[in-house]
C-alpha cells in the first residue's frame, strides 16, 4: 500500500496546447519516490512539453499538479492557477532538470557553473555551495576539471557539469530530456553511467531518452507517449515483454535496427 508520502509527483488531467495544437492532451501520472521512469515515443509526441509542464516552464492550461504533496499547478476546469508564483519558485528549486543541451554558462567555469544557483537562488554561502560543488564533481569524475571553461571540454564532460549543476541545488526528483541525444556516441556511455549512479543511490528521475538498453537496464516503468497522451504506462518487464499495441512495436523495432 503507498501513502500520499510515498508520492514525489502526482498529476491530474494535465493539458497543454500551443494556438490550435494540443501537445499534451489530459494526462495522468503517479511517480513515486525513488522511482526512476523513462519516458519513450516518437518526436513531436509532446515528451518535452510534458516534463517541462512538471517544472512550470510550461503553463498547463488545466490540470493539477502536485509535487511532494504540495500544489504546483491548480487549475481542475481550466480556470485561473490559484497557486501562487513564490509557492510555485519554492517547490520549482526541488525538482532539477537536465536538457539535450547543455546551456553551460560559457563564461563561468565548471566549478562556477555549479556554485551559481545555489548561491543566487538559494542563499547558500559560497564556502558551503563549493564544498557540494566539489563533492558532486567527484561523483560525476570530473574534479580535475573544475576550472576548465565549458568550451575546453567534451559534449560527455560538458553534460556530466550539467547534471552536478543541477544537482547542485539537492533536488528531490530529477528530469532529464534527451540528456544523451547531441552526443556523440563514445560519449553517450559516460553520460547513462552517472544517471545509472544517481538511479543506484534512489533519486526519483524522469528520464525521456531513446536509450532502450538503458530503459531497460535502469527505468523501473516505462511511459509511451504518442500524440499527446500516455499510450502506455507499465513497469519495464511488462512493457518490453507485453506491450502488443503495433505504435509500440514498430517503434521499438525502428530504434533497435538504428
Ligand atoms: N513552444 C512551442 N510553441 C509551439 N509549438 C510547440 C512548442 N513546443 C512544442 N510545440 C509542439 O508541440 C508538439 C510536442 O512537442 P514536444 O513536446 O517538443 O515533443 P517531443 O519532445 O516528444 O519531441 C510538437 O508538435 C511541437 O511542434
Ligand atoms: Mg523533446
Do not use: W
Amino acid at each position: 500500500m503507498s501513502s500520499s508520502c510515498d508520492i514525489m509527483i502526482e498529476g491530474n488531467g494535465i493539458r497543454k496546447s500551443f494556438g490550435s495544437h494540443e501537445a499534451v492532451k489530459g494526462v495522468d501520472v503517479t511517480i513515486r519516490k525513488g522511482e526512476v521512469v523513462s519516458v519513450i515515443g516518437p518526436s513531436g509526441s509532446g515528451k518535452s512539453t510534458f516534463l517541462r509542464c512538471l517544472n512550470g516552464m510550461e503553463t498547463i492550461d488545466s490540470g493539477i499538479i502536485k509535487i511532494e504533496n504540495r500544489l504546483f499547478a491548480n487549475r481542475p476546469g481550466g480556470e485561473p492557477d490559484s497557486v501562487n508564483q513564490n509557492e510555485k519558485r519554492e517547490i520549482t528549486k526541488k525538482v532539477g532538470m537536465v536538457f539535450q543541451h547543455f546551456n553551460l554558462f560559457p563564461h563561468k567555469t565548471v566549478l562556477e557553473n555549479i556554485i551559481e544557483a545555489p548561491i543566487i537562488v538559494k542563499g547558500v554561502s559560497k564556502k558551503e555551495a563549493t564544498d557540494y560543488a566539489l563533492e558532486l564533481l567527484e561523483k560525476v569524475d570530473l574534479l580535475d576539471r573544475k576550472n576548465y571553461y565549458p568550451s575546453r571540454i567534451s559534449g560527455g564532460q560538458k553534460q556530466r557539469v550539467a547534471i552536478a549543476r543541477a544537482l547542485g541545488m539537492k533536488p528531490d526528483v530529477m528530469l532529464f530530456d534527451e540528456p544523451t541525444s547531441a552526443l556523440d556516441p563514445e560519449l553517450v556511455g559516460e553520460v547513462l553511467k552517472v544517471m545509472k549512479n544517481l538511479a543506484d543511490d534512489h533519486m526519483t528521475m524522469i528520464v525521456v531518452t531513446h536509450e532502450m538498453q538503458f530503459a531497460r537496464d535502469v527505468a523501473s516503468r516505462i511511459i509511451f507517449m504518442d500524440n499527446g497522451e500516455f499510450l502506455e504506462d507499465s513497469d519495464t518487464e511488462t512493457f518490453f515483454n507485453n506491450a502488443c499495441n503495433p505504435r509500440i512495436q514498430n517503434f521499438i523495432q525502428k530504434i533497435i535496427e538504428k
